[in-house]
């Protein structure tokens, strides 16, 4: 077995897991897009866009292709005895996306249907930034076919230090979205 002292191994190790950064940042998507790109074309997650949500406890989410397209399935996958709910699944924006939005009031589409298996009756649909809080949650009945849930939101401060888009399926013990 081959065996390095320290002042070869180190320096090697670090060597190696800086190219290996390098190389999965440099895979990524990087376009860039302007405030005024963001503004008239607004923010769409569809496709695999759809994998950067992120879920509260007790929540799964799978990313599934039909004729319909791709969709992520929400699913509640703790009952009612094991714990504190979900705070839904979100889309975080980024700082470039924020300081675009900032300032103007939005609409924000979901598209949305009851899951084939163990469907939910509805879901909640909110954005979240400073002064809009979890009382802000629509709540929306949802169908067995996709539609479009668009909500309106004038958000009152114009300088913002978070912004996420909301969903949060109908807790229904094991109910999807």
Do not use: K
């Not at 004729?67 to 399935?73: A, P």
């Not at 909500?151 to 399926?169: E, S």
Request: charged share 15%; glycine share 10%; with cysteine.
């Amino acid at each position: 077995m081959i065996s390095l002292p320290d002042w070869a191994f180190y320096p090697l190790a670090a060597a190696a897991i800086g190219t290996g950064i390098f190389v999965a940042a440099s895979a990524g998507g990087t376009q860039f897009r302007s405030q005024g790109d963001i503004l008239a074309e607004g923010l769409v997650y569809e496709g695999a866009d759809l994998n950067a949500i992120t879920l509260g406890n007790g929540l799964e989410a799978t990313l599934l292709e039909s004729v319909d397209g791709t969709f992520v399935r929400i699913a509640a996958v703790r009952g009612p005895l094991d714990g504190p709910r979900s705070a839904g699944a979100f889309y975080g924006l980024s700082p470039d996306e924020m300081s675009a939005l900032q300032g103007h009031n939005l609409q924000i589409t979901f598209r949305a249907r009851t899951a084939a298996e163990n469907g939910a009756d509805g879901t909640r649909l909110t954005f979240f930034t400073q002064g809009i809080s979890q009382a802000s949650w629509r709540e929306q009945e949802l169908h067995t076919e996709f539609a479009d849930y668009t909500i309106t939101v004038t958000p009152p401060d114009c300088v913002w230090d978070y912004a996420f888009i909301g969903l949060w399926p109908d807790w229904n013990v094991s109910a999807n979205t």
